[in-house]
């Protein structure tokens, strides 16, 4: 059985930062391509999500989303210099890392992490702790106060991503389990989307919500970004394997396969049960299915992509419209039915088809110590669990403190009329 390594991506835990082998040399093909992996994922935020979010909020927010997902970008890169790569890579223990990496001390030009340079490796862990506390954004849009989107996406990389990611990825007790998370389905899916519901919940619904339509203003913006957001998940996942390698390249092939699966499965979906396939169906069904794949996306082979970017179509058109018409919970832009249940399935669906015996469906082998897909399923179970109550749980904490600390999350409902792009930043998306 092809065995594979339990750290980030097919990292071993001896390529972590701080642990690298003395004889270790720089390898320039890797290194080139995680420098272009690291741009492209820094694309899926900055303009990707920016565009994709902008596009389907009211016109009157469009500014406020743009201007929340660019301050976050800002700030985690900060706090990830400050802290973040150090609580999240640092040696600590199983639950955290350590000090030794605060202000990326001890990081010289020519230090290396495996055979790529380690500012190279910090940086593209950067990025993904950039995209991760922006994704939430689409939850609370056009009704959560700016300074309180600041303050409780800082306070929230602390109580959950560096955590969450130590465990997974920097050497904690979730990866020495044999949990598979190849690019983010735990780290970065479920972490924002149970995060998304949460903050959905605790702040209610926007003015008029169900009962007022309120449809995407720009859809041709949402494509584009839909589409930025393709073309960056490449990076997402073909550079999780660290290396310009067949690895990155399956991974990547088996990303666009699922992307593809996904759109045509929800807008199949769709064109059943509404009659017209829509636009905004399609590209919420890439998304869908480029979350779905992403922690499996370096254990799975091709047909396993194809199944899973089908079940990432369905599942998640039946969630969002469970959440918006059986529920009627207003997590505007749906993040926790597209990234919180693919992040899930994606999880999950890893522990089946990572197996080396399912044929023509068959992956690449289950995590070091496991045998059996019944091993393995159960430990993406735990997996999944953990992050889902430990997200919920700390998430629910730190919004209250955020209230506290902004004297209420919410815009008032004048504001919200308004527009928080006139009332918060005295600007306006168009002039026309």
Known sequence: MNKRPVAFGLISLALLPGTALAQAELNGANTAWILTATALVLFMTLPGLSLFYGGLVRSKNILSILMQCFAIACIASLIWLVAGYSLSFGEGNAWIGDASRILFSGMESDSLSGDIPESLFSLFQMTFAVITPALIVGAFAERMKFSSVLIFSTLWLFGVYFPICHWVWGGGWLGAMGVLDFAGGIVVHITAGVAALVAALVLGPRDGFPKTAMPPHNMTMTVTGAGMLWVGWFGFNGGSALAANGDASMAMLVTHISAAAGSLAWMTMEWVKFGRPSVLGIVTGMVAGLGTITPASGFVGPGGALIIGVSAGIVCFYATQAMKRVFKIDDSLDVFPVHGVGGMLGTLLAGVFASTQLGVFSGQGFADGIETMGQQFGVQVVGVV??????????????????????????????????????????????L
């Open 386 to 431: 953990v992050a889902t109550v430990y997200t919920g749980v700390v998430t629910f904490i730190l919004l209250k403190v955020t209230g506290v600390l902004t004297s209420g999350l919410r815009v008032t409902r004048e504001e919200e009329l308004i527009g928080l792009d006139i009332t918060h930043h005295e600007e306006e998306g168009y002039k």
